[in-house]
């Protein structure tokens, strides 16, 4: 019959209506996300000495320059108009990327500083003196990457030349090698396990053995 169609294009508009409709479903939703990534907490490498303060898991930004111990301040807005109040804010650190001439390492290093920090660099002298001060306060303003960095200029040549003179005005003794550090440390860990579990070595001759 003429005025008839086929079964296939009578059930195209439909199947088409579907398609579209799966495909704005599937469309709908997003692969990516627009809350920002949680920052990561700066760990030291393993040849490195443990920081003696630890990161700033308060404060995580700091742990990336040098920020003189500086953090976020909280506080209140007062308004004195006609509509007096309380209003929260807070101030952030004034932080700058300055670039910093280290004599030690013979470079300049693009540091994170806050103003705080650059002022106490200038007045100690250079970014080497501020790195080498051993004061607690000092160490513990210095934060991870500070850290870091102190033992970076401490392995210098030119630090260590200055280490071996102090030693040698104070009378004090050269400290030991790495490799005999290594052997020291394996020795009394030896020690503490057999005064704790009792077990002597077997190779030895007992006192009964050096009779006979």
């Known amino acids: 019959m003429a005025g008839l169609q086929p079964r296939s294009a009578l059930s195209a508009p439909f199947s088409l209506s579907t398609a579209f ?45 040098l920020y003189g111990g500086v953090m976020i301040q909280f506080g209140n807005k007062i308004s004195k108009g006609r509509n007096e109040g309380k209003t929260r804010r807070f101030w952030k650190p004034n932080v700058r990327r300055k670039k910093i001439y280290s004599e030690a390492l013979d470079e300049w290093l693009f540091i994170k500083v806050t103003r705080k920090a650059l002022r106490t660099i200038r007045k100690s002298g250079g970014l080497d003196n501020y790195l080498l001060d051993d004061r607690p306060g000092r ?21 260590q030349e ?43 001759p007992s006192y009964n053995e050096k009779q006979y």
């Open 139 to 159: 160490v513990k303003e210095l934060g991870v990457f500070g850290w870091q960095l102190r033992w970076k200029v401490m392995q210098t040549p030119k630090i």
């Open 21 to 65: 409709r799966n495909l704005s479903l599937t469309a709908s939703k997003r692969s990516f996300s627009t809350t920002l990534a949680t920052q990561k907490t700066k760990q030291l490498p393993d040849y490195i000495p443990p920081y003696p303060y630890g990161p700033n898991y308060v404060y995580k930004q700091s742990n990336s320059g």
């Open 162 to 204: 200055q280490f071996r003179q102090e030693r040698k005005r104070l009378g004090l003794p050269e400290p030991p090698s790495f490799e005999e550090w290594v052997a020291q440390k394996e020795a009394e860990i030896k020690a503490q396990a057999e005064d704790l579990t009792n077990i002597k070595d077997i190779t030895k």
